[in-house]
């Protein structure tokens, strides 16, 4: 029987910001632009970067648009180590009550997020097609092997299924789980286990 | 059945250097001074440290005695990727034929290194005495699960047992492994699969 393959996309470290703190970042009524087109529909990267200001240190880390409901500064444990968080917790995007806060620097002002910073937890998103096809459900734990990456093949053993018809079928990791898997290079596959 | 559990530790970027190229770094008979006994009998971590120079930068790096019969430059792909080399090969610790080279450079001198530039190999160290407790031979390739970690379990898939009379039994792997495993607390254990 052929394997369930999903392509593993590795997500640098990012910023969703509110509407409301756009303003005061970038100025009332400012746009975010359109760098690039990401794969999930409707989400975009763009030019617009925001210090974030951790308890040790302090980076400039890109905006995804478009504007969401809550403020949300998504970071690998290498860069939280970085700036000074400590135990970040591992969430899914959206999922920010009582995660630690930072300060957020752009060129019109800056606003103190009271929570938000947070490490992505892995995830597939998936069509409800594809969904159906593969025989998962929304919120399912699901194991992904990803490699051989040279000599570090791995199997990604907690990995939650989310499933709307908002998304488009890709595995999201960030660069450390990308670097533990060795799998930087073109369109790396994983397998659904 | 209790599983096969053994301690992993995270290996930061580090140096070996030969008796030679510490003679040109640091002056001729220098010897490297213990900062720390590491687990490995025999080997100390120093605070003496190098500049490594690669493709695009350069960083700090601390050396790791004794002197070895070949100079050894063990980085992460993170570290790999800010200092300019791409693909470097995934190796197991004493294997350097063909990898890049970089420049050393430490206060008397520095020295252009032929070869040596390394992502380590994920591995345990197994004494005789623990490999045959858990029927495991030198060089077999074996699954180490790690976490978990607080939403970030997985299976390290292609990890090699090396067995050897000079070894303490540990598992080591890098910053990124830890990191994809979110496994940086104290002694956090894997169990052999």
């Given at each position: 029987m052929p394997g369930i393959f999903v392509e593993i996309e590795g997500s640098g470290r990012h910023c969703h910001v509110t509407r409301e703190t756009l303003d005061t970042l970038y100025g009332a009524g400012f746009e975010l632009e359109v760098k690039k087109w990401l794969t999930q529909p409707g989400q975009f990267a763009t030019p617009q970067k925001v210090k974030v200001t951790g308890p040790r240190g302090s980076a400039e880390i890109s905006i995804i648009g478009p504007c969401r409901k809550a403020d949300q500064i998504e970071l690998s444990l290498t860069d939280a180590r970085a700036l000074g968080f400590a135990d970040l917790p591992i969430r899914e995007?959206?999922?920010?009550?009582?995660s630690p806060g930072c300060k957020l620097t752009g060129p019109n002002g800056e606003v103190d997020v009271k929570e938000g910073v947070i490490i992505a937890k892995r995830h597939v998103h998936l069509t409800p097609e594809d969904a159906e096809k593969f025989g998962l459900k929304d919120k399912q734990i699901i194991q992904v092997k990803a490699g051989p990456g040279g000599g570090r093949a791995l199997i990604f053993d907690d990995v939650v299924a989310r499933v709307s018809h908002e998304y488009a079928t890709y595995m999201h990791v960030d660069y450390d789980e990308i670097n533990a898997a060795a799998?930087?290079?073109?369109?790396p596959m994983g397998e659904i286990l």
């Open positions: 995007s959206g999922d920010v009550a009582g799998i930087s290079g073109e369109k």
